[in-house]
């Protein structure tokens, strides 16, 4: 049962995390023409920024658990999850706010009357809107291998004998499943931002 625990309970929470899309580029602005509005520009930098801080501050840390599991410490494991979840919380509050600055953008890109600047813009949203797909998906999943753990620790907490739900490997197959497919985006996402930049003759700032 220890050794199940470790691979199931302890690994499984501590590889999973937000992939989001991560580029190249960190900002756009316009050269010298009129294929995209300067709305459009600044709402793709909006969303850049968004997405930037979600991967810079989705991270859970769950250092200690291990150790915590291992002396029996269910309080303090308890703690460090339930600190999780609360990161889980903030990071599935973000993403809504990007995923509602992704729709304006999108709109923005429909207005693109340059048709080969409009192609591409609207490339970006697709691919975008996947990654804001995906990452809802693995967040659910997140939070239900967290509340899962939380249940666990709190009965083992009460001197019960606990054991992990059936599901527990198979949720945590999953979330690595997700972020293999949003991993997938991340070079897709690069050729259409470089698509995009080449078409819409913008000028772009290298991280």
């Known amino acids: 049962m220890k050794k199940f625990l470790k691979i199931s309970l302890i690994i499984i929470l501590v590889v999973i995390g937000v992939f989001l899309i991560i580029s190249g580029i960190s900002k756009i602005s316009k050269a010298a023409n ?8 600044t709402q793709f ?4 920024n968004l997405a930037e801080d979600i991967v810079k501050t989705s ?3 769950l250092s200690g658990l291990a150790e915590k599991e291992a002396a029996k410490d269910f309080s303090g494991a308890l703690s460090i999850v339930q600190q999780a979840m609360n990161k889980n919380s903030e990071t599935t509050e973000k993403l809504k706010n ?7 953008f999108k709109k923005l890109a429909q207005k693109i009357s340059d048709e080969a600047a409009q192609k591409s813009a609207l490339a970006v ?9 995906l990452s809802a998906e693995y967040l659910a999943i997140q939070k239900q291998i967290l509340e ?4 666990y620790y709190q009965s083992s907490q009460q ?3 606990a054991s992990l739900p059936a599901d527990f490997v198979s949720l945590g197959q999953k979330a690595q ?31």
């Open 34 to 41: 009129e294929k995209v509005s300067n709305a459009f520009i």
């Open 45 to 48: 930098n909006k969303v850049s």
């Open 59 to 61: 991270a859970l840390d």
């Open 98 to 104: 990007l995923t509602s600055e992704t729709i304006d």
């Open 125 to 133: 949203t697709i691919i975008i809107e996947k990654n804001n797909e």
């Open 148 to 151: 899962k753990a939380i249940a």
């Open 159 to 161: 001197g019960a004998k």
């Open 177 to 207: 499943q997700i972020s293999a497919e949003l991993q997938k985006l991340t070079p897709l996402y690069a050729e259409a931002l470089k698509n995009l930049v080449r078409d819409a003759e913008l000028n772009a700032v290298k991280k």
